[in-house]
């Protein structure tokens, strides 16, 4: 039984993966040479994992031979790449079963180019705006000035199911795999906004990155987003510097990100250069408009929304992946263990529950306590079925305020928040 029996997969995109409206859109399969060729030097570095000292050599669209192998994404083993510029990829959810994210297994989700210089020695992070002490910090300052910690964390791209909106909705087309809990190493984002001094005329943070934009013009952003004061000055928020132990990944931001748990990815800018204090509401790229934002009520496919009308999203709605078994596995025996994660925004779960009989009936999953705030919560049961056949395994999580997963969720144009149940189709016996 392929995998993909039970999913389909719609792209969207227009040219090099850009949909009409300027956003992202899905690849389904992207050609390796020209992928390699429409990308910057910083990009290749990234991928055939290690610098190029004489890559400013490299002729134009030149497709270095290491890079032959059917996975142009070297360190980042078995994710689906969805776009090639910018690069996305996500992760089949059968390898997401760790309880720890491995960084060669995190998502991809990038809004522009890699910065061309990523040295840790040199980086440098401004914090202005309305402080009482604005200050540029190296990362050496970050670690010398701060308590250092490290803290489990998840992160969900705000468009994660976005390929199973119907009619579709346009940008990548994601399906389980934007979701990951890597543990993160660095400085509370609390602990240094109150040593620059917060203002009492501060509503909003502003993050500015290194990243280049898609046309190459530096004048422009390809993301600058921000958070309510309020969120910024939470506990779990990090200034990261490290992903499991080790330099982070150069996809995943490094040398320097925001971590920001339980809201849209696109608040945990990369390459983090500058974190701004503002007395608006941020007015950054990806901020305006549509952007990251939904309907403040439920629509209809193809209905007008005015812009007053669509409100910036904040924290993540409940979810819950099944990463084993896999969609599509034929089961020889007529029990196994069923296992995942749950995670819930600024929420934690309460109870992880599973159906084989189509939602008929429902069994309690045996559900761990989050190692930290701003994790994700494991869980497992043993399933027992009565007899050979086609079973599916539909999971949902209840977060701590009683919100439960929905079977199905309202349409919206940007295809962001879904949080449908997970299901997975089984051949047993």
């Not at 996305?88 to 079963?97: K, M, R």
């Not at 890699?114 to 040199?122: A, G, K, Q, R």
Request: glycine residues 10%; hydrophobic residues 40%; charged residues 20%.
């Amino acid at each position: 039984m392929a995998k993909d029996e039970f999913t389909k997969i719609e792209s969207v995109s227009g040219e090099n993966g850009q949909s009409a409206n300027g956003e992202t859109g899905g690849v389904s399969r992207p050609d390796r040479r020209k992928f390699l060729q429409n990308t910057s030097l910083a990009s290749i570095a990234a991928i055939v994992g290690t610098s190029i000292p004489f890559g400013a050599n490299l002729p134009a669209g030149f497709v270095p031979a290491a890079t032959a192998q059917d996975n142009p994404l070297a360190g980042k083993d078995g994710l689906t790449l969805l776009n090639d510029r910018p690069v996305n990829a996500e992760t089949p959810p059968e390898l997401l079963d760790d309880a720890i994210t491995p960084t060669d297994r995190h998502f991809i989700r990038n809004n522009g180019l890699l910065p061309d210089d990523m040295d840790p020695s040199t980086w440098t992070l401004t914090i202005d705006g309305f402080t009482d002490n604005s200050m540029e910090l190296t990362i050496a300052d970050l670690r010398e000035q701060f308590e250092v910690v490290t803290r489990a964390l998840a992160m969900e791209c705000g468009g994660n199911g976005r390929a199973f909106f119907d009619p579709p909705a346009k940008g990548n087309q994601w399906t389980y795999g934007a979701i990951a809990c890597s543990e993160w190493t660095g400085v509370r984002l609390k602990d240094v906004l109150e040593k620059a001094g917060v203002q009492s005329n501060v509503i909003y943070t502003a993050h500015y990155g290194a990243d280049i934009h898609l046309s190459g013009d530096p004048e422009k952003a390809p993301l600058s987003r921000g958070l309510p004061i309020e969120k910024a000055l939470t506990d779990n928020i990090l200034i990261a510097f490290e992903m499991n132990g080790e330099a982070l990944h150069p996809m995943n931001g490094a040398p320097l990100r925001l971590v920001v748990p339980g809201w849209p990815g696109s608040c945990s800018q990369k390459w983090l250069t500058r974190i701004e204090l503002r007395d608006v509401v941020h007015d950054g790229a990806k901020m305006t408009g549509t952007s990251y934002k939904v309907p403040a009520y439920p629509v209809e496919p193809g209905q007008d929304i005015p812009e007053e009308d669509w409100v910036i999203m904040e924290r993540m709605p409940v979810k819950s992946l099944v990463t084993f078994p896999a969609n599509g596995t034929d089961l020889a025996e007529m029990e196994t263990e069923v296992r995942g994660h749950a995670w819930a925004g600024d929420r934690s779960i309460s109870k992880v529950e599973l159906s084989m009989d189509f939602g008929k009936s429902w069994m309690d999953a045996n559900l761990d306590a989050a190692v930290n705030d701003g994790a994700w919560q494991n869980w497992r049961a043993n399933v027992t079925f009565p007899q050979a056949g086609y079973y599916e395994v539909w999971a949902r999580a209840t977060d701590s305020e009683g919100e439960m997963q929905p079977f199905a969720i309202d349409w919206n144009a940007k295809g962001y928040l879904n949080n449908t149940m997970h299901r997975v189709g089984l051949r047993v016996g």
